[in-house]
């Protein structure tokens, strides 16, 4: 609470990304499976922040001896810019963009 004040009085009127949605149509909870870019460029940046945080919680489920490569904030967010601002792209589904670029995470590297 006193964090949410502190912040009121910084005059930031953007919501934190903890209490921001994450763009695009929920199913079963998560917006995972169906956030399309036309999602992505429509959303602000925390519910951009929220959508990542979505989409790696799905990917990396916690399950035992399941371990999925994963992109940083910063990754996630430049493989959605990149592949999002070209017009043809507006269906494309984030979650697929995320996997495939973890994928080549090991090997390229920070």
């Keep these: 609470m ?5 912040l009121a009085g910084c ?5 934190p990304a903890e209490s921001a949605d994450p763009v695009g149509e929920v199913r079963v909870g998560s917006v995972a ?7 992505w460029i429509a959303g602000d940046e925390a ?9 790696r919680n799905q990917i ?4 035992a001896g399941v371990e999925n490569a994963t992109l940083s904030d910063e990754q996630a967010s430049d ?6 601002r ?8 984030l979650y ?4 495939r670029a973890a994928a080549f995470e090991p090997v390229l590297g920070p």
Excluded: M, W
């Design 47 to 55: 519910e951009r922040q929220a959508t990542i945080d979505d989409i």
């Design 96 to 99: 697929k963009l995320y996997f």
């Design 60 to 63: 990396n489920t916690g399950d």
């Design 33 to 39: 499976p169906l956030a399309q870019c036309r999602d």
């Design 86 to 93: 070209h017009d043809f792209a507006a269906g494309f589904r």
């Design 79 to 84: 493989v959605f810019d990149g592949a999002c």
């Design 2 to 6: 006193a964090a949410t004040a502190s």
């Design 11 to 15: 005059g930031n009127t953007e919501k």
